[in-house]
Structures are given as structure tokens and as C-alpha cells.
């Protein structure tokens, strides 16, 4: 389980430095990084899978749509749902949405636990029953200060435990399922490049010629490590973890431009106090794991 908590960490790490990278790349917008996200990461996703040994999973995927076509409509959903999150990552913190997708984020390991607990029927330790709790406190405050969330903010609490059940449900769960997903991203992805018509990088901005590439690698190596996490780690833990995420995505909104607002302090600081539990948690069992060896 050790394993799972550090790649969590780690894609956590990595998605917040790529919420930044959107910054570097202008003249681009938001559909046309997300377009040459696509582009530029499967390739690099093609390479990890391959050398991780997970390729194997993707003719055994094709067999499976061969032989149940009535699976092809759930792989489009699970294509488009994903899609729809790497699109609002890219979208939000150009378009002045960045705190609002942060939220979301704040939100989903609280969507991820209720979820886990009806649909796995998964049970929480005694400090995973306290990071929750302050997190409740958190989300709590900002009901009440605003009355509700932006749509933003509920596509990516919401949308990303649609995902990940429905691919545990038709058995895609896998590294060859994420790139099943992002082959099927690619029409659009294109789609995106074409209109915003910057396809000459280095016209517009020779820096992009490096920055758009290792946009890629970062995207790639990020997905990578949070699907395997999400393969060794319990649905609520894989859950609460992803509290590291979002605050990184606050201080990159933050720096950004975007402003706290006073009362909002009364949201995000239970749950960064959240984070601090988690941390405890994990440093605890990495420290019994190495005890039992």
C-alpha cells in the first residue's frame, strides 16, 4: 500500500505543476493545450506502458469489445468523461475558473468516500474518519457562504467517480484502459488544434518547440502514476489522498492571480488541516510496513 500512497503523492505533485504549465504556454488557449495534451501525451503513455509491461492489457481490452460490442458505448463514456476533466484542467485556470476547479477537487475525495462506502462498501480508519470529518467542515463553509457550487466545480466532483466506478464495472481499470481512453480523445484533440490554428509552434513561439513536449511528458507520467495508485489503493484511500492535489491547484491559482476571499479561509483551512491527517496516516503505516520486515 506504501507504493500507492508515494505514486499518489507524486501524481498529485505532477498534476500541479502541469495546472501551472498552462500559464507558460500562451499564445495557446484552453482547448488547443488540451488538444496538444492529447496529441502529445499518448505517444509518451504508448512508451510507459510499454516498458511497464502493461501493453499486454490492450489487446486483451480490444478481444473484449470484439466479443461484447454492447461494452463500446460504456468505453465512450469513460473516454468522454475523462476527456471532459483533462479539458476543464486546461480550461479552468485560463478562463478565470481556477479556484472553482480547485474546489472541485476538494470536494471529490469526499465524493470518492461516499462512493466507495455505498458501492464497495469500504470502511475508514480512525485518522481517515478524522480527515473526512474536517473536510466536512470545510465543504460545510462553503455551502453556506455562497449556497452552492459553479457547475465547474460539480462536473469534477462528480464526474470523476462516475469514471473510475464504471471502469472497475466493465473492467478497463488498467493502464491499457486509460489509453484506450486518450486514443479515442484524438479526433477531438485534433479537432481543437486545427480551429484554434496555431499548428506552426515555433511561428507563434519558439519556446513552444520544448514547452508543448514536455507539457506531454508531464501529462503522460502524471496520468501514469495516478491510475496505478488507484489500482493498489483501497477506493476511500485513493480518495482522501487526493486532497494533495487540490491544494497544490489552490497555490498555483493563487499565483495565477485568482484572491481568497476572508470567508474562505474557513474552507480551505480544515481541509488543508485534512491534508495534515492524511499525511500522519500514511506515514504511520509506511512506518508499521517497515517494522513487520
Known amino acids: ?12 505533485c505532477l498534476f500541479g505543476v502541469l495546472y501551472y504549465f498552462t500559464s507558460l504556454l500562451w499564445p495557446l488557449d484552453g482547448q488547443e493545450i488540451f488538444g496538444w495534451r492529447i496529441l502529445i501525451s499518448l505517444p509518451f503513455m504508448t512508451l510507459f ?14 478481444n473484449r469489445l470484439r466479443d461484447k460490442p454492447l461494452l463500446i458505448p460504456c468505453v465512450l463514456i469513460t473516454s468522454f468523461l475523462v476527456g471532459l476533466q483533462l479539458w476543464m484542467f486546461m480550461w479552468g ?23 466507495g462506502r455505498i458501492v464497495y462498501g469500504e470502511h475508514l480508519s480512525h485518522l ?3 480527515a473526512t470529518a ?32 464504471l471502469r472497475k464495472k466493465i473492467g478497463i481499470d488498467n493502464l491499457g484502459g486509460l489509453w484506450l481512453d486518450m486514443l479515442l480523445m484524438v479526433p477531438v484533440a485534433l479537432w481543437f488544434v486545427l480551429a484554434g490554428g496555431h499548428i506552426d509552434l515555433g511561428a507563434q513561439r519558439q519556446a513552444l518547440y520544448a514547452l508543448v513536449p514536455l ?9 501514469f502514476a495516478y491510475i496505478l495508485a488507484s489500482r493498489l489503493l483501497p477506493f476511500s484511500l485513493f480518495g482522501l489522498l487526493s486532497y494533495v492535489e487540490p491544494v497544490l491547484l ?3 491559482a493563487l499565483l495565477l492571480g485568482d484572491n481568497l476571499e476572508d470567508g474562505q479561509w474557513l474552507t480551505y483551512g480544515p481541509i488543508w488541516l485534512a491534508v495534515v491527517v492524511l499525511i500522519i496516516e500514511g506515514l504511520k503505516h509506511v512506518s508499521r510496513q517497515r517494522r513487520s520486515i
Open 1 to 12: 500500500m506504501s507504493k500507492g500512497i508515494v505514486l499518489s503523492i507524486l501524481a498529485s
Open 49 to 62: 506502458i510499454c516498458l511497464s509491461g502493461d501493453w499486454k492489457w490492450v489487446p486483451i481490452i480490444f
Open 93 to 115: 485556470p485560463l478562463n478565470g475558473h481556477g479556484l472553482d476547479v480547485s474546489l472541485g477537487y476538494f470536494l471529490l475525495p469526499l465524493t470518492m468516500i461516499l462512493t
Open 128 to 130: 481517515q474518519k478524522i
Open 134 to 165: 474536517l473536510a466536512v467542515v470545510g465543504v460545510a463553509n462553503e455551502l453556506y457562504r455562497t449556497g452552492g457550487f459553479s457547475w465547474t466545480t460539480l462536473v469534477v466532483a462528480i464526474g470523476y467517480p462516475m469514471y473510475f466506478v
Open 215 to 223: 507539457m506531454g511528458v508531464i501529462s503522460a507520467a502524471a496520468g
Open 250 to 252: 489552490v497555490a498555483v
